[in-house]
């Protein structure tokens, strides 16, 4: 999960190392194989085009077990060609990978050097090599080099000291020095800075968010935010992980320390005093620390008066695998199938277990995911009802209704199962689309940002079939047009219309209510703005109040100003959300501007 902070695509050259003598061994390779698939496709969550190296050690003791060179490369090329990242391998012809074996190094080892020389080869290749680039900004990439390896000015109360982040505004009196802006008639210096920062953040050269509050940080070494974040996220105990604090900590805040460490997975502000506060390198940034984690969904917030936090990664050393209350029996129960957009094979709309069984699912997408809902949930449900997160489950709820259990298993693992726990929403037509709404809206705001290359597609049970799901919006798609369209179902062939009619509760009303309780109008400023009008939508829903939002509210194909008006037109109240945001944005609006949702 923190490597997705640091990930630069655009100046990647990956090496996948693996165990040569486990590929040899018949009662280990299975094990082995999959291991490499999976990682395999965790590079191609990211970087679907970046070059990737396979390299396989312990290659003298695995020819000593009756296995040739040319066999494992084709056991690799058989069983991971289906992966997207696949193709991108540098080869080491005539074989799909490089054979190396450590105890003779760099100097004994032939295969060794032409890795060394395929690594350098492959990094030329890469587009970020051949970018022009002002000069200007090369002369402040060679400032903060130097100031990185050198040391200068004073960083985490030491003269003298390497730096390892600097404030913009100190980065903005290097870019003028190095004679930014190259045009400022046509780029003021500020603008042209952001620029180049996002620029250096995509090699990997820097880590600048460009996200309120984080804006001013801009970290020279990534290994910084590494090493800050594994003060919080590792095995607590396993001691090559103890730090000197960790005693202290301990003693001094001894419930906060075991709520930390022995399963809660849950972090108190105090403790931070002790992991990042009392570190030279870290004094100072635990806010800023604190908010980056939360942006990757490393953190999420617990309500209450208590201000505290769930660490997701850390559910996995020790957390409930069940929560406190389970479902009744015949919940409805809907599946989010997770794969790779470049994935050769691709199902249909029909899904048995087996194709289900295919695909791809990051326990950090997951992690990701579950935090997202436990933080929309503790927004939206008011004190009677506590969201609980475990190493493989979430159970949340959009407001006071649609409480919904979201679980991880083995058995499928690239899917979510989500499971209703209100038996009043099992019934009538789209009292639960609500809640498959929010969870695919959740997927686009948390999950599509840091896993460009994921996929996904919320499935619905087949009436009448054991193990057979439908894909929602091939559904949705079939209805919306004349219903007629057949699905064939093990040959037979069944309408969208009776399909449709059968999973209602899972999807939107077939048409617009007649009248709606509020209409909500707001400016689009994603800061700000749209979030919390989308948690108002999900409290007036909870309390039966139908409401218009044009996000939720709009389907595909429609009019959007007609559709508005009507809206409008046949609403008991229209909401206005004014914040400073859209007041900003008001005074520089002009006939060109994109459209604003806020009414004038």
């Known amino acids: 999960?923190?490597?997705?902070?640091?990930?630069?695509?655009?100046?990647?050259?990956?090496?996948?190392?693996?165990?040569?003598?486990?590929?040899?061994?018949?009662?280990?390779?299975?094990?082995?194989?999959?291991?490499?698939?999976?990682?395999?496709?965790?590079?191609?969550?990211?970087?679907?085009?970046?070059?990737?190296l396979l390299v396989g050690t312990r290659r003298a003791e695995a020819l000593t077990l009756g296995v040739t060179l040319e066999s494992l490369s084709g056991v690799l090329e058989s069983e991971l060609k289906h992966s997207p990242a696949f193709k991108h391998v540098v080869r080491n012809a005539p074989l799909c990978f490089f054979p190396i074996e450590n105890s003779e190094g760099f100097g004994g080892d032939e295969t060794i050097r032409k890795l060394v020389v395929a690594i350098e080869g492959a990094a030329m290749k890469l587009d970020s090599m051949k970018q022009r680039v002002p000069a200007g900004w090369l002369a402040v990439y060679d400032q903060l080099s130097a100031m990185h390896a050198a040391g200068g000015g004073k960083e985490g109360g030491k003269e003298g000291s390497a730096r390892q982040w600097l404030t913009l505004s100190e980065l903005m009196h290097v870019a003028k020095g190095c004679g930014l802006p190259h045009d400022p008639r046509r780029i003021p210096l500020e603008r042209e800075v952001q620029l180049m920062l996002a620029y250096f953040h995509s090699l990997g050269a820097v880590c600048w968010y460009d996200l309120p509050g984080l804006r001013e940080l801009v970290v020279l070494d990534p290994q910084w935010v590494v090493d800050a974040i594994s003060m919080v996220i590792r095995n607590f105990k396993q001691l090559a992980h103890r730090m000197p604090c960790d005693e202290e900590a301990a003693r001094e805040c001894e419930d906060e320390w075991a709520q930390l460490t022995e399963g809660s997975a849950r972090l108190h502000p105090v403790l931070l005093d002790h992991l990042w506060e009392s570190n030279e390198r870290f004094k100072g940034q635990s806010s800023k620390l604190l908010q980056l984690m939360g942006h990757f969904g490393l953190v999420v917030p617990i309500r209450g008066a208590e201000r505290a936090y769930i660490v997701p990664p850390l559910l996995s050393l020790g957390a409930a695998n069940n929560p406190s209350v389970l479902p009744p029996r015949g919940a409805p129960v809907a599946k989010l199938h997770f794969s790779l957009k470049q994935q050769s094979k691709r199902p249909g709309a029909l899904m048995k277990a087996a194709d289900r069984r295919r695909g791809f699912l990051p326990i950090g997408a997951f992690h990701q995911l579950c935090g997202a809902a436990v933080g929309w949930s503790n927004h939206t449900t008011s004190d009677t009802f506590?969201?609980?997160?475990?190493?493989?489950?979430?159970?949340?709820?959009?407001?006071?209704?649609?409480?919904?259990?979201?679980?991880?298993?083995?058995?499928?693992?690239?899917?979510?199962?989500?499971?209703?726990?209100?038996?009043e929403l099992g019934g009538a037509e789209g009292a639960a689309a609500a809640v498959a709404e929010r969870l695919l809206l959740l997927l686009r705001q948390s999950v599509a940002r840091h896993y460009p290359n994921l996929e996904w597609?919320?499935?619905?049970?087949?009436?009448?079939?054991?193990?057979?799901?439908?894909?929602?919006?091939?559904?949705?798609?079939?209805?919306?047009?004349?219903?007629?369209?057949?699905?064939?179902?093990?040959?037979?062939?069944?309408?969208?219309?009776?399909?449709?009619?059968?999973?209602?509760?899972?999807?939107?009303?077939?048409?617009?209510?007649?009248?709606y309780d509020a209409f909500l109008s707001y400016s689009h400023v994603p800061e700000f703005d749209m979030p919390f009008t989308a948690m108002l939508h999900d409290c007036l829903f909870a309390r039966d109040l139908t409401t218009f939002l044009d996000t939720r509210s709009l389907r595909r194909g429609e009019a959007l100003d007609l559709s508005c008006l009507l809206a409008m037109a046949n609403s008991r109240v229209i909401v206005l959300v004014v914040t400073w945001n859209a007041l900003r944005r008001m005074t520089s609006l002009t006939a060109s501007s994109g459209l604003d949702y806020l009414l004038l």
Request: glycine share 4%; hydrophobic share 45%; charged share 20%.
């Open 1 to 52: 999960s923190m490597l997705d902070l640091l990930h630069a695509p655009k100046a990647s050259v990956s090496m996948l190392v693996f165990n040569l003598i486990h590929l040899a061994k018949p009662d280990r390779r299975d094990r082995c194989i999959t291991q490499l698939r999976l990682q395999l496709d965790s590079f191609a969550v990211h970087a679907s085009t970046a070059p990737l």
């Open 386 to 423: 506590t969201a609980q997160l475990g190493s493989t489950f979430a159970l949340v709820a959009f407001g006071d209704k649609g409480r919904v259990l979201l679980r991880r298993s083995e058995a499928e693992p690239c899917t979510i199962a989500c499971t209703l726990f209100d038996a």
């Open 457 to 515: 597609r919320l499935l619905l049970p087949v009436p009448g079939e054991v193990d057979l799901m439908l894909d929602r919006d091939a559904l949705l798609t079939a209805r919306a047009t004349d219903g007629a369209q057949p699905f064939y179902i093990e040959g037979r062939p069944r309408s969208a219309a009776d399909l449709a009619a059968e999973l209602g509760v899972w999807l939107p009303p077939s048409q617009p209510p007649e009248a």
